[in-house]
């Protein structure tokens, strides 16, 4: 059996408090992530899902456990540049206005991950706009002259460009109309697969996750209860908790159907 991409073994993250005390933002979660996969990372705000992202990307410390990227430790990034052997870890982030830099256009910003791929690929500027279905000629511009929608496909086409092996969406839907949330949500699944990567998607939405990913983990307060496929989770949970956000999704059309699901 092939080793995963991804091996999250039990992982803590803690927080000092002021005045004395620690804070455990996630406890001891395990969870890994095959080769050309995508699993759904879902819970309510405030439930650990970020900090376990962040500390995936090296950008918080774990207290414990340990995290490993094709076989190599990730720890948290200091002053030096990234390990060369976690560079194809890529993350989407919730706020793409915070992400991007408002200084530079969104053109030279792909092109930037274009320049960290390693691979030889036939990708452009230009293609990599029209793969998340904007024009090419906007290349030129910069990221306020873009709505909320159009700046988070602008940042998952230069997450691609970059050649990610682990592209990792940090609840990059949240701030998204709903109209939009979906839609984003299979862009991503789609260009991470085409690009031979696999997904880590974090989201409170458990409807819009159903949509993407072939496996989903429940978090509540810092660990996961509830691991299973998509089907599985959706179709047979078996936690209270994750009962309890199912319970939560609208039925928007009042026949307790979502939008594009066949009427049963």
């Not at 080769?35 to 207290?63: I, P, Y």
């Not at 159907?257 to 009427?263: F, I, K, N, R, V």
Request: aromatic share 4%; glycine share 10%.
């Amino acid at each position: 059996m092939n080793a995963p991409l991804l091996s999250i073994d039990n992982v803590s993250v803690r927080y000092k408090l002021p005045g004395g005390g620690s804070l455990t933002a996630v406890n001891e979660v395990s969870l890994d992530v095959a080769d050309s996969s995508v699993v759904g990372l879902v819970g309510e705000s405030g439930c650990g899902k970020s900090t376990l992202a962040r500390a995936v990307c090296g950008l918080e410390a774990t207290s414990g456990g340990s995290i490993k990227f094709k076989g190599h430790e990730v720890r948290k990034l200091g002053m030096r540049r990234r390990p060369e052997e976690l560079m194809r870890i890529q993350m989407v982030f919730q706020n793409p206005y915070a992400s991007l830099n408002p200084r530079r256009t969104v053109g030279s910003q792909i092109a930037d991950g274009l320049r960290a791929n390693p691979q030889q690929t036939s990708w452009s500027v230009a293609g990599l706009l029209e793969e998340v279905e904007l024009p090419s000629d906007v290349q030129q511009r910069f990221p306020h002259q873009f709505s909320g929608g159009q700046r988070q496909r602008i940042a998952i086409a230069r997450a691609i460009a970059s050649g990610p092996e682990l592209l990792i969406g940090d609840e990059p839907i949240a701030s998204l109309d709903a109209s939009l949330q979906a839609r984003v949500a299979t862009l991503m699944r789609r260009l991470a697969l085409e690009a031979g990567a696999s997904l880590l998607f974090i989201s409170h939405d458990l409807a819009v996750v159903r949509i993407i990913a072939d496996e989903v983990a429940v978090m509540n307060k810092g660990v996961i209860v509830e691991h299973g496929t998509s089907q599985q989770v959706w179709e047979q949970p078996q936690e209270a908790y994750t009962k309890r956000l199912l319970a939560a999704i609208p039925a928007v059309d009042g026949l307790g159907t979502l939008p594009g699901e066949a009427a049963s």
